[in-house]
């Protein structure tokens, strides 16, 4: 299972989106440096509901023009330094994953 060594460039990126979240094995900087944890406080302006579909149709262009704008700045600028925000989530996360160094704290 190890003996034949493949290497690859990643073509895609993964993202979870989920009401919780999930479980993580070790807390070392091998496993931890390709999440970032944040935690979203916003709701959708205007509710949700059986109309939002056609909300949603109605602004698809200017949506679709929004995306492409944010696209094109990331090839040209990439995506800069990360928030606050997302560090602290991200820290807090690996903190409370950490059985580990729970139990060692005991």
Not at 22 to 42: L, N, Q, T
Not at 46 to 74: F, N, P, Q
Not at 77 to 90: E, N, S
Not at 96 to 105: K, L, S, T
Request: charged share 25%.
């Amino acid at each position: 299972m190890c003996e034949n060594e493949v290497s690859f460039t990643p073509t895609a990126k993964i993202v979870v989106a989920a009401n919780s979240r999930p479980r993580v094995g070790g807390v070392d900087e091998g496993s931890g440096d390709g999440s970032a944890g944040a935690v979203s406080r916003r709701r959708p302006r205007g509710g949700s509901g059986s109309d939002l579909l056609d909300k949603l149709k109605t602004e698809a262009s200017g949506i679709l023009a929004w995306a492409v704008r944010g696209a094109v700045a990331w090839r040209q600028f990439g995506l800069g330094p990360t928030p606050q925000a997302i560090t602290d989530a991200t820290h807090d996360y690996r903190i409370a994953e950490d059985v580990i160094g729970e139990f060692i704290d005991c």
